[in-house]
């Protein structure tokens, strides 16, 4: 095996990681956000003991700052994995001169910021994290309301 087909390898395989790691991050998301929209239906439904509205809130908490935290580890793997697939990327570049693999990159990128330039500053990861995070602050929002309930219906207000 030549050393360019094995550093090639070497960077597919990084970069597969990275695409199970993606779709890590999107099936946990999914299955998250499909407990925390049952469970805010749930609490929104005027049904529930204030007991178990309670304890409905805490979860939503608990989904959201589990979900930003499994996204936030996902991510730093995917960096991981970027970074050994650059390295791979930038022996080879080096290996073979006539075709400038980072030179090729530099033109991509710098045509898609500039058609993107307002998405340029907002990383994916940061959507990612938003997204759990705006679960659990509904979750602390619904448990400050359910507390308060709480407060009243034990008469501690």
Known sequence: MQKSD??????????????????????ASNILAAIAAGVMVALG??????EVSVILSALLIALGLFGWVFCSKLYALMKLHAERSYEYLAVLDEDIAEVQISEMKKK????????FSRFKKIGLNKIWGWFHLTIMFAGI???AIN???FAVYFGLL
Do not use: C, P
Not at 45 to 50: M, N
Not at 108 to 114: F, G, I, L, Q, R
């Open 6 to 27: 094995l550093l090639w390898s070497l960077y597919l395989s990084e970069r597969e990681f990275i695409q199970h790691h993606e779709n890590q991050r999107t099936n």
């Open 45 to 50: 439904t005027d049904k529930l003991s204030v």
């Open 108 to 115: 991509a990128s710098a045509k898609n910021n500039e058609k």
């Open 141 to 143: 929002i619904f448990l």
């Open 147 to 149: 507390l308060k309930s």
